[in-house]
């Protein structure tokens, strides 16, 4: 059998460790043919086809981004001609199955594609950890360890200057990076996606803390926190080709309005792309390489319309469409145990 693979969305630690394991256990337990797709979708729409194989993986098992490079090309985004690109590419080069590594967008692709004939398997990557069907993805717990770094660091900063310090992390939607980094750093308040907040309340928060004698604080914000209707004026952002807001800017403006309603010097650092960025941490590279190495098995096996997926403690193949449907957003019930912690 002839297998792309290929790597779509934005990049993640861990891409690289899965790839090697797809081609690893595909070439030398199946005897399958391997070839990398680049530039996700895209590359199907204008034929980037390379040659993969275990000689021309190795070395990549510790190495962030994606040798395969990506894109956030939605071939199903205008008059349909990408599409019929994406199956006349894989009929002309021969392959006769797919395995996608991405997030709701790259997956929701690969799961239409499946409908209209395309074998493929999925597999989930996202820093954001809100894919469902899976209960953690790779390169989440990198993010979050590369964010609490961030977090310790800026500590020492804002007590020195008796400063608040605004910490802006990624997630669009959900809000699994700010919760778990701003827990673990001991952050002071946590703004996520899942609960709108109210300026005038985060302000009231930061003036008690201050009165009490603690004269620095720190507050994580989720790129995606969104203020309580009426509270704070945000400005229009553009669209990707999937639909999705760009964003960016949220920690900047909360910075701004702290500083202007409390009187307390405030700063802001927004970690941005830094979070997605780098070597991946082993729980990464182990949970990649885990999800590569069972990818490899569903292709063999014909199991498509499938992705392969942590739970507990187990790799299993749940369908595609269990991961795509639904965002995994923070519960309340867990919202509301850590709500003391959470300022």
């Known amino acids: 059998m002839r297998v792309g693979v290929l790597t779509g969305g934005g990049d993640c630690p861990g891409l690289n460790a899965a790839i090697r394991a797809i081609v690893r256990r595909g070439e030398r337990e199946y005897g399958h043919e391997f070839v990398g797709i680049r530039h996700g979708w895209r590359g199907l729409v204008e034929d980037e086809i390379v040659p993969l194989s275990v000689s021309n993986t190795r070395g990549i098992l510790h190495r962030g981004g994606t040798i395969l490079n990506t894109s956030r090309t939605n071939p199903y985004k205008g008059d349909g001609t990408a599409v019929d690109a994406v199956t006349a590419t894989l009929e002309r080069r021969g392959i006769d199955a797919l395995v996608a590594l991405g997030g709701e967008d790259t997956l929701g692709v690969a799961l239409r594609l499946g409908e209209e004939g395309v074998r493929a398997v999925g597999v989930p990557k996202t ?15 990198t993010a979050v360890q590369i964010s609490v770094d961030a977090i310790d660091r800026l500590h020492t900063t804002a007590e020195s200057h008796d400063r608040v310090m605004v910490v802006e992390v990624m997630g669009r939607h959900a809000g ?9 750093g001991g952050a002071d308040i946590v703004l996520v996606p899942e609960r709108p907040f109210d300026l005038a309340d985060v302000c009231a928060r930061l003036q008690r803390r201050h009165a009490s004698g603690t004269d620095f604080s720190i507050v994580v914000v989720s790129e995606g926190a969104t203020p309580a209707e009426g509270t704070m004026v945000l ?3 553009a669209l990707d080709e999937f639909g999705h807001v760009r964003l960016g800017g949220i920690g900047n403006r909360l910075a701004l309005e702290i500083e202007a309603r409390t009187g307390y010097e405030t700063r802001v650092t927004v970690l941005g792309h830094v979070v997605r960025g780098g070597t991946p941490t082993a729980f990464d590279r182990m949970l990649a390489t885990r999800l590569g190495l069972e990818a490899a098995g569903a292709v063999h096996d014909g199991d498509f319309g499938k992705m392969v997926a942590l739970r507990g403690n187990d790799i299993v193949r749940v369908p595609l469409a269990d991961a795509v449907t639904e965002l995994k957003t923070v519960p309340d019930a867990m919202l509301d145990t ?4 959470l300022g």
């Open 127 to 141: 820093i954001d950890n809100d894919l469902s069907g899976t209960d953690v993805t790779f390169g989440f717990d």
């Open 235 to 237: 400005q229009e952002q």
């Open 176 to 184: 699994w990076i700010a919760l778990w980094s701003g827990i673990a």
């Open 338 to 341: 850590m709500k003391v912690l």
